[in-house]
């Protein structure tokens, strides 16, 4: 009696995943494959890598014929928000590492420091009463010019430090981790990246500029037809809208 062709279920579940895998996927599954176990899944990986390449061409001709849209306002406050508080975090762990450090160091050799170290409670630091007295309402603090100097170089730091971790991320890739939330990419209007020097500029110009126009540089994007702040105008820089992955079409996830 003549039995008709067995079809092994993994098999199957091998098809299926390769036709929902990416295009970078497949080309992983294909080094790694065991060819001399499985000739023929090598073979259907090598066969589905020839499709997508081929229609590759026609997949980006349709991707820059898309619409490209302007990020909103919305998404770029919710995009620095999310920056601020990762670099908040980062530099509160810093710091908390560096005060742990700065009371363990001295105590080496010395039963008695930790113990003293951590006790010891000190007043308010001079800036801490000096946002007191502005929050008082006191009109001397207003006159302190040394006191401002000091809010003037801790601002400046903080700056600074944000630039290290903002700058390179926008030259390289583009985004942030909160740009990549708010699903938003920063390009040159071109398309092309945006680069470090680019990106220097745009990081402390738009606080130049915002304080110069009292905040106008930054809403200037409504009246925009480009969707242009000021600062990116100064950098020749544009913020577009980027689909998030979750928010792919298939056809999209498959060449990635």
């Known amino acids: ?26 080309e992983d599954m294909y080094a790694h494959v065991d060819r001399g176990e499985y000739p023929h899944r090598a073979d259907d990986l090598q066969a589905e ?17 898309r619409n490209v849209v302007c990020a909103s306002l919305f ?9 601020l508080f990762i670099h908040l975090l980062i530099l509160g762990a810093l710091i908390l590492a560096g005060r742990s450090l700065f009371l363990l160091v001295p105590s080496l050799g010395n039963q008695g420091a930790p113990a003293s170290a951590f ?15 502005l929050l008082a309402g006191d009109p001397a603090a207003w006159k ?19 630039a290290l971790l903002t700058v390179p991320a926008w ?5 942030t981790p909160g740009m990549r939330e708010a699903g938003i990419r920063l390009t040159r209007p071109t398309g092309e990246p945006v680069g ?4 220097l500029i745009r990081f402390w110009g738009q606080y130049v500029l915002f304080g110069l126009t009292l905040g106008v540089s930054g809403i200037w994007m409504i009246r925009d037809r480009r969707g242009q702040t000021l600062h990116d105008k100064l950098a020749d ?17 498959v060449y990635d």
């Open 49 to 65: 890598i020839r499709n997508r390449i081929s229609g590759l061409e026609s997949f980006r001709n349709r991707q820059a014929h």
């Open 119 to 133: 006790s010891g409670r000190r007043g308010p630091s001079p800036l801490q009463e000096f946002g007191s007295s």
């Open 171 to 175: 030259g390289r890739a583009g985004s």
């Open 1 to 26: 009696m003549e039995s008709g062709p067995v079809t092994d279920s993994r098999d199957e579940s091998y098809e299926e995943r390769i036709r929902s895998s990416t295009l970078s996927e497949l």
């Open 196 to 199: 470090r020097g680019r990106a």
């Open 237 to 253: 820089t544009c913020v577009f809208r980027e689909v998030r992955t979750w928010e792919k079409t298939y056809e999209d996830r």
């Open 75 to 83: 998404r770029r406050l919710w995009a620095s928000l999310i920056d």
């Open 144 to 162: 302190n010019g040394e006191q401002w100097l000091q809010v003037g170089l801790f601002v400046l730091c903080f700056l600074s430090y944000r």
